[in-house]
């Protein structure tokens, strides 16, 4: 495991828009942060005009000129939008043809008709972990909150029971896997290679899910023990289809990027020759464009005309796919634009100045910032996306294996104790019918356990990796 030195920092080639002192820098990303906080928070202002003006506000701070802030921070934001929007943009599209056709309905009943008693709770965690590789956490939810509430009813569970396991499953894959957003950016912004965190994030997210999920449950379930609300089980989609895919197909389908992933990560190591043909080969079809957009045209055929859609039907699918997402984009790419401010503001030196006496592990300093912007802003993207822009320096003298987990220990951090001023938080409440007292007892302990039971795992492996 790598400390913190100063042969890590072989500075950023960017010459800093300012000339402020440590002491000055640091008092402007306090206040760029608290501004953002604050905006968020008090004023309830969206996370990409929050993000935009505590950029300026940092710059402002640090006594950087204001046009050498605007140029950092479009940059910034340019960079992260060309990086990840298109990528973020085709797993909408591959979200939407799931849950409209029917396929995320496939798996849930399949795997369901052969669960029953002890092991629904680990079905639940099975279903939650697949659908929820394509699938942003609070569209994973809509999809899989009535599913819970009909296992929990028909079946007499506990619906802590069923509903943890399920929730522990969306937000591991929301906080460690690509293509989720937070990961994305964050391997974009440490240059990661996106292969290698996807395997070494699937190591994590395993035993990660496994302590989360079924086995917190148990004592999830005695702290809470409601009944699932009638009132809040809607109607599935698929329930006005004629057809809908196979479950075979749609598995396929959906794991189909990840493999693609995979196998490019596994040929670059065990190859590792850039001119061998196979790991030419690999290096396009495992690429995270070409990966998820074979992984939409196959949906578009395996899931969308399986489920009988016409030509128009899959056209307006991916029409209404993409509008949701405009958000997310934007505040991805302010969140991009912040993380440049920070770095040509010069605050990877400074924070190597502050801790170079301190040993601490990158890893967990990593995890540390996360967590401390995540319990102010309640946001996992943005706290992922601003201490992956405040810790970039420091992966430079980092291996391939360390940057890679250097992006889940910020992932980690960024689900830790989803609390009040989480929009999370509040989902999960109304949809359980629970108060707020019963969401932080469950909802937020199973957040706090992923969060740290994450690390744990992350900081293992990073002593034999």
Known sequence: MTSLSVEMLAADAVEPITSAGNAQLGIAVLAGIAVIVLLITKFKLHAFLALTIGSLALGAFAGAPLAATIDSFTAG???????????????????????????????????????????????????????????????????????????????????????????????????????????????????????????????????????????????????????????????????????????????????????????????????????????????????????LLAAVLVGLFTLGRAAGFTKQRLSSTVEKSLAPIAGVLMIVGAGGGFKQTLIDAGVGQMILDFSKDWSIPALLLGWLIAVAIRLATGSATVATISAAGLVAPLAEGMGTSETALLVLAIGAGSLFFSHVNDAGFWLVKEYFGMNVGQTIKTWSVMETIISVVGIVFVLLLSLVL
């Open 77 to 291: 934001l340019g960079k992260t939008v060309a990086g990840v929007g298109v990528l973020i943009a085709l797993g909408a599209i591959l979200g939407k043809l799931l849950a409209d056709s029917g396929g995320a309905d496939q798996i849930v009943d399949t795997i369901l008709a052969k669960a029953s008693g002890r092991a629904m709770p680990w079905a639940m965690v099975l279903i939650a972990s697949v659908i929820g590789l394509p699938l942003f956490f609070e569209v994973g939810i809509v999809l899989l909150i009535p599913v819970v509430l009909l296992v929990a009813k028909r079946g007499n569970y506990s619906l802590m029971r069923i509903g943890v396991p399920a929730l522990a499953g969306l937000s591991v894959m929301h906080g460690l896997i690509p293509p989720h957003p937070g990961p994305l950016v964050a391997i974009d912004a440490l240059g990661a290679n996106l292969g290698v965190t996807l395997a070494l994030g699937v190591l994590v997210a395993i035993p990660t899910v496994i302590i989360a999920g079924p086995l917190f449950s148990r004592y999830a379930a005695r702290w809470v023990d409601i009944p699932a609300p009638e009132k809040m089980i809607p109607v599935r989609p698929s329930e006005d289809l004629e057809r809908r895919p196979g479950f075979v197909a749609t598995v396929s389908t959906v794991l189909l990027p990840v493999v693609l992933m995979l196998i490019k990560a596994l040929v670059d190591i065990v190859v590792d020759n850039p001119d061998n043909g196979l790991q030419k080969v690999t290096d396009v079809i495992g690429s995270p464009l070409i990966a």
